[in-house]
Nanobody, 120 residues
Framework: VQLQASGGGQVQAGGSLTLSCASS??????MAWFRQAPEKEREFVAA????????AYADSVKDRFTVSRGHDKNTMYLQMDSLRPEDTAVYYC????????????????WGLGTLVTVSS
């Protein structure tokens, strides 16, 4: 089982990026995005249920980011709008059998991450 995150890059503050996460080998009940900024701990960003009907967001990204599942259920997206310098981090996708949760330990599978850099 592999999770591959892509779509990171450099963007100016106020801009947008869309991250993708592709799962090969299996589908997950819940998929989520986490991020880790330099010298900071990994933090929850957003999560989405199997059918895309339930989502959860960190307060810091609510109303700016949108998480969704692809029709094949093996992909997940994160539409990031109104980006801020404090959004700069490596973004990781994760999958698991858990219900939606912000706790990283409940996700069994992780991708390698994609870097997002937001300049002011």
């Amino acid at each position: 089982v592999q999770l591959q995150a892509s779509g990171g890059g450099q963007v100016q503050a106020g801009g947008s990026l869309t991250l993708s996460c592709a799962s090969s080998g299996r589908s997950f009940n819940t998929m989520a995005w986490f991020r880790q900024a330099p010298e900071k701990e990994r933090e929850f960003v957003a999560a989405v249920s199997w059918d895309g009907g339930h989502t959860a967001y960190a307060d810091s990204v609510k109303d700016r980011f949108t998480v969704s599942r692809g029709h094949d259920k093996n992909t997940m997206y994160l539409q990031m709008d109104s980006l801020r310098p404090e959004d700069t981090a490596v973004y990781y996708c994760a999958g698991g059998t858990t219900i939606i949760t912000k706790f990283a330990g409940l996700y069994n599978f992780w991708g390698l991450g994609t870097l997002v850099t937001v300049s002011s």
